[in-house]
């Protein structure tokens, strides 16, 4: 039996601005955005060539906007990725060279954290 993660839930304060940095700034694809009542709006978004998608809106998380850190993507090339992020706006950090990946890291409005890792070769 597979287990495919494929929705994380990702708090954030305001909805239009969230869904504007992720789509404009991170290049992420608008998948959904819907508003089932006043109390819910489901907004989905998905990085270019990810299985896994990201939802934020009303009535979908009850964490404190910010308080996801540790959301980490993998690119073939982290310096491709923080010319891309960069350019489109994205504060984003210098590329770190470590042991296990090169990085670079940046945060959403709310200060949702996430790491972008060009994972070294295998073997």
Known sequence: M???????????????????????????IADHDHTVSEEVRFVQCTPPGSACSIAFGLG?????????QGLQLTVADADA?????????????EV??????RFVFFSDPDGN??????????G
């Open 60 to 68: 979908i998380s009850q964490q404190p906007p910010g308080s996801v």
């Open 96 to 101: 770190q060279e470590l042991p296990w990946g």
């Open 113 to 122: 954290g996430w790491a972008v890792q060009e994972i070294p070769p295998r």
């Open 2 to 28: 597979d287990f495919k993660l494929e929705l994380v839930a990702v708090p954030v304060s305001d909805v239009d601005r969230a869904k504007a940095f992720y789509t404009e700034k991170a290049g992420f």
């Open 81 to 93: 990725a923080h010319a891309e992020l960069a350019g489109r706006g994205v504060e984003v950090s």
